[in-house]
């Protein structure tokens, strides 16, 4: 059973900077897009930084400059680095993968549990 996994999260100051991790487990067979997205209460889930295999990355308009999205490909890991924090990056921070369990398959969608990420004074 593959599972993704997210750490790091917690509460931080304005400005602050703060450090998540994402690891699989269960042997996948292959994760090719692998990505970060957050949801803040009452709003919908959005993608704010995504990476695939190959290392191409993307961000959402409102982290750029200030996130860093990074990927130990061997070991199936991506990490978030997160600076001059806000209060409205407040909200639960999930990783996602596009997991291939075995070569014959086609591929689906893996969620972590998510980790909560508030930025207060």
């Known amino acids: 059973q593959v599972q993704l996994m997210e750490s790091g999260g917690g509460l931080v100051q304005p400005g602050g900077s703060l450090s998540l991790s994402c690891a699989a487990s269960?042997?996948?067979?292959?994760?090719?897009?692998m990505a970060w997205y957050r949801q803040a209460p009452g709003k919908q889930r959005e993608a704010v930084a995504t990476?695939?295999?190959?290392?191409?990355?993307t961000y959402s308009d409102s982290v750029k400059g200030r996130f860093t999205i990074s990927r130990d490909s061997p070991k199936y890991t991506i990490y978030l680095r997160m600076t001059s924090l806000k209060p409205e990056d407040t909200a639960v921070y999930y990783c996602?993968?596009?997991?291939?369990?075995?070569?014959?398959?086609?591929?689906?969608?893996?969620w972590g549990p998510g980790t909560q990420v508030t930025v207060s004074s």
């Open positions: 269960g042997s996948p067979y292959d994760i090719y897009n």
């Open positions: 996602y993968g596009r997991v291939r369990k075995t070569f014959s398959d086609g591929g689906g969608d893996y």
């Open positions: 990476i695939t295999r190959d290392g191409i990355i």
